[in-house]
């Protein structure tokens, strides 16, 4: 079974502060993703990463940045944690392949809040 | 413009009952693929079912089928003999091949199931 792992369930920070989301996958995918998850908006794409220090914007990359130095690990950074980026995070990977490969397995997520 | 939309922000079905989750999907691409997936209140998103647009029949999974009409742009989800587990948000996402975004899931907002016993 595909495993997604995500370093905390729940975060809390204050404004201000340096954040990192951690998430490790154990199926040598090459794709990983970052997402939020806000109600009413649905999954929004942060940043996405197709293979080693390798990254590509998603829909709102602004106040995130990512980091992939292993293949199996991938990480959020927030630089200076805001009120606004309260919010589910959730961690994704999937296999460069087609068809029912494409699907993207998720972590269990980490609920933020920023105080 | 909105990609996928899911027409239905809640919906109710009675236990061991059949239930249809609508979802549309906009794109000029001939090649996609189109995914649905089950958040429960734990948060974690769980993958049902794929259906690619090449695909000659309709994918199922157990109670879950996909009721694909290309020529609509439907990829609606039925859910059959409904139980109460069923009871989560369920999220339509599709893949369509452009440029580096060709790995991207793009979301619908989602639908939320409660099943009644």
């Known amino acids: 079974d595909v495993k997604v792992t995500q370093s905390s369930r729940y975060l809390v920070k204050r404004t201000g502060e340096k954040v990192f989301l951690e998430c490790v996958q154990d199926m040598d995918h090459e794709n990983m993703f970052w997402y939020r998850q806000d109600p009413g908006l649905g999954l929004r794409l942060i940043y996405f990463?197709?293979?080693?220090?390798?990254?590509e914007k998603g829909d709102i990359p602004e106040g995130y940045s990512v980091s992939r130095e292993k293949k199996e690990r991938f990480s959020l950074i927030l630089e200076s944690a805001s009120t606004n980026q309260t919010s589910m995070y959730l961690c994704a990977s999937s296999s460069s392949g087609t068809g029912n490969k494409e699907t993207q397995y998720f972590g269990p997520g980490t609920r933020l809040l920023v105080l | 413009a909105q990609k996928i939309t899911q027409t239905q922000p809640g919906m109710f079905v009675q236990e061991k009952e059949a239930v249809t989750l609508d979802c549309t999907y906009d794109t000029s691409d001939p090649s996609y693929g189109l995914f649905w997936y089950k958040q429960p209140s734990s948060g974690e998103m769980i993958f049902l079912i794929y259906q690619g647009s090449y695909d000659q029949q309709n994918a199922t999974e157990g109670r879950y089928s996909l009721n694909f009409q290309k020529a609509r742009k439907s990829a609606n989800l039925v859910i059959s003999a409904s139980q109460l587990g069923d009871s989560a948000m369920y999220f339509c996402?599709?893949?369509?091949?452009w440029g580096a975004g060709s790995y991207q899931l793009t979301f619908g907002k989602g639908t939320k199931l409660s099943v009644i016993p």
């Open positions: 990463s197709y293979d080693v220090k390798m990254k």
């Open positions: 996402a599709m893949r369509d091949s």
